[in-house]
């Protein structure tokens, strides 16, 4: 292998950035590989809602949280079978990171007013929201060349999600609000999280390597050591002395996988098309 890092991300969704980012605020060195010639993944199309109990902005807000509710939230989500260690993990550490994020990049958030958890009837569960947040609005042009790069930004998405009926409002904002954002460059939701993200990482010097894809991982005695890519038709290795990262996303544009591990047919997936499982399936 004549190429090394010490941290190796594939996937640039939500995930991916945001390991790299943790991994380069560490002082590590980074490689972000993505397989589309877009960044973003699914995350760019999403609604971009970030659930996590006990979060940051709740205080003062007069939500009654708790760990010990999220916790048995999530248990009876799964009817018991969620890993205990990671739902505690998750739990303690979500808020956290949260803050963090707003910390180091440009990325800001505020609570979804009365935005109910999906089941609130369930053991733990808040009827009147409190852990669902909201992405305030990201500028494109701070990313200047970059943000033609960002899955599905040409068709803009210049609200929150708190500003639509999703999100509790009563009508979305009016059409000079409208255009003055899509004159700036203001997107909402998925886009605003990616967006943020990715600045951040750019401001550390670190440039996602797109239409790279992961082939498969290098291993040595069970061990990973690093990946091989292709890059511009040729395979490439490169050593990741700490660690590679696995944020390739979903398989709902594997229909072998689809069809044995979903219910019924998937004819029309909405998440991004790169997204075939290539993480899930490495040995
Ligand atoms: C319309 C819609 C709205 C949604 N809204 C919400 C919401 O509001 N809140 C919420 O929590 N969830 C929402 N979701 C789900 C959420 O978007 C996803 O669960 C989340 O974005 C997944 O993030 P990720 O980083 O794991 O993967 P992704 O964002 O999908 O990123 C995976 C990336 O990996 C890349 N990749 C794939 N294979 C390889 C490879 N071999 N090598 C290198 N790169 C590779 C892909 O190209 C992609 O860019 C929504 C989904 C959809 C479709």
Not at 95 to 118: A, G, Q, R
Not at 148 to 167: A, D, F
Request: charged share 20%; net charge negative; glycine share 14%.
């Amino acid at each position: 292998m004549t190429e090394q890092c010490d941290v190796i991300i594939l996937g640039t969704g939500a995930a991916g950035l945001t390991a790299g980012l943790a991994a380069a605020h560490e002082g590590a060195s980074v490689r972000i590989f993505e397989k589309s010639e877009l960044l973003g993944g699914t995350t760019a199309m999403s609604g971009g809602i970030i659930w996590i109990p006990n979060n940051h902005l709740q205080e003062g807000s007069g939500v009654k949280d708790s760990r010990k509710k999220a916790l048995s939230y999530l248990e009876s989500l799964s009817l018991g079978q969620i890993d205990s260690d990671m739902a505690a993990t998750f739990v303690d550490n979500g808020p956290k990171m949260l803050k963090w994020i707003e910390d180091v990049t440009p990325c800001s958030f505020h609570l979804i007013d009365n935005y109910p958890d999906y089941h609130p009837e369930h053991p733990g569960g808040l009827p009147g929201g409190g852990r669902s947040v909201d992405n305030n609005l990201f500028s494109l042009p701070e990313l200047g060349d970059w943000a033609s790069r960002i899955r599905g930004q040409e068709k803009g998405n210049p609200v929150m999600l708190t500003e639509t009926p999703l999100g509790g409002a009563t009508a979305t904002p009016g059409r000079k609000v409208i255009g003055e954002r899509i004159q700036k460059g203001q997107v909402g939701m998925g886009l605003a999280l990616v967006g943020g993200l990715l600045r951040a990482l750019l401001d550390l010097g670190i440039e996602p390597e797109v239409n790279t894809p992961a082939i498969k991982l290098l291993t040595d005695g069970g061990d990973v050591k690093g990946v091989q890519v292709e890059k511009d038709g040729e395979y490439v290795e490169i050593q990741a002395l700490k660690g590679v990262i696995i944020a390739t996303g979903g398989f709902e544009w594997n229909s072998e996988l689809v069809r044995a591990f979903l219910r019924g047919p998937m004819n029309a997936p909405a998440g991004s098309p790169e997204n075939t499982g290539d993480g899930l399936q490495w040995p």
